[in-house]
């Protein structure tokens, strides 16, 4: 069954590929929903979802608003200037995926190939079990991150910086990237990462002495952004480079996908299944008043893990009930019938004991 997780962001934050300054968002003081964690439920809708920047098809989904907040100094530093409302469905068309969608309230902000003057979102699930929401899995080491020293700690982060993006357009895996065996995608700047803590964060396949080999490392992300303020009916190109005029009153628009379990051999993916419970976390960077983002200011929506609970298929669970009980049901009345034909037959039997043999060659 294909899960389509949709987050309509009011904002949010991570990293970068490359190491940032020091990270410790201090989960006691947040002012956010850490005490009262609402759970995130990635239901069953079948068919609903299109990957491709607009979020009509997702306006039957039930949200939950999120107030939003400096992920490192929640208790003094300001809000974010608008709600996050977190959607989750889950659908079953292809049986594979996994699908989020992000919808930030913001006015329009782009400047090409000025990563920090555009605005970048991001997604963190733990792996190992000991990875932490602060200090993005925990680690303890500095510099000398490693399978051996970090173990255990490893989270899944899906980075998406969309000032080298066209809005409407697929970016994350392609051919010649996973072809590399790497988490990097460098069209579009979609990557599929893993850390131990912030300063230890590499490209899927890429570890602290390099390459890994036979890992089975690819991106296995696809995302779209858009702008409410966007007109995008015929296409976009970088031809049309900014899209949208600046400071127009909107909305950002994210949806990505990626498969519930992936080929990943090296711990660097979190693997999802249906029924059970899983965390993550969301983040958004903004020039908030026009000034570029630095890689340690981003907002958050909560000060610990969130919730994930995907969801079984109600209407499955009960066509399953309808169908033991049909067979059940058929398989009593068989039994009756059969009962009553072998009483017919050895009570005809009984009282037909004078019944002439006929050889065979009398027939001939």
Not at 115 to 120: D, E, G, L, M
Not at 171 to 195: E, K, M, Q
Not at 332 to 348: E, N, Q
């Amino acid at each position: 069954m294909a899960l389509f997780l949709a987050l309509f962001l009011g904002a949010s934050l991570l990293s970068s590929a490359r190491a940032h300054g020091d990270h410790k968002e201090n989960a006691a003081q947040c002012r956010g929903p850490a005490s009262n964690l609402a759970v995130v439920s990635a239901e069953y809708i079948p068919g609903k979802i299109t990957v491709d920047g607009a979020a009509a098809d997702w306006d039957a989904v039930e949200g939950i608003q999120f107030s939003l907040y400096p992920a490192l100094d929640p208790a003094s530093g300001d809000p974010y200037p608008g709600k996050m409302t977190v959607k989750a469905t889950q659908a079953a068309h292809d049986g594979r995926d996994l699908f989020f969608l992000l919808k930030i309230p913001g006015s329009y902000q782009y400047k090409q190939s000025v990563k920090r003057a555009s605005p970048s979102v991001a997604l963190m699930f733990p792996i190992g079990d000991d990875a932490t929401y602060v200090d993005m899995g925990g680690c303890s080491e500095s510099l000398n991150c490693s399978k051996q020293s970090c173990g255990g700690h490893e989270v899944d982060i899906m980075h998406f910086s969309i000032s080298d993006a066209v809005p409407g357009r697929s970016y994350g895996a392609n051919l010649a990237d996973n072809l590399n065996g790497t988490g990097r995608d460098s069209t579009g700047s979609l990557h599929d990462l893993y850390a131990w803590n912030p300063h230890c964060r590499y490209y899927d396949g890429i570890g602290p002495n390099g390459p890994e080999a036979n890992g089975g490392a690819q991106n296995d992300w696809k995302g779209v952004w858009s702008h409410t303020s966007i007109e995008n009916q015929y296409g976009l190109t970088t031809a049309d480079s900014p899209y949208g005029a600046s400071a127009s009153a909107g909305s950002y628009i994210f949806e990505f996908s990626r498969p519930l379990q992936t080929s990943d051999r090296l711990q660097q993916d979190a693997q999802f299944s249906i029924g059970k419970s899983h965390r993550f976390a969301s983040a958004f960077w903004f020039p908030v008043n026009n000034v570029e983002w630095s890689p340690m200011q981003h907002f958050s929506m909560n000060c610990e893990w969130t919730p994930l609970r995907i969801v079984a298929a109600e209407n499955e669970r009960a066509e399953s009930a309808i169908l033991a009980t049909s067979i059940s049901t058929f398989s009593l009345v068989f039994a009756v019938g059969s009962m009553l034909v072998s009483a017919a037959i050895a009570w005809w039997v009984k009282t037909n004991k004078q019944g002439r043999f006929t050889p065979i060659s009398d027939t001939l």
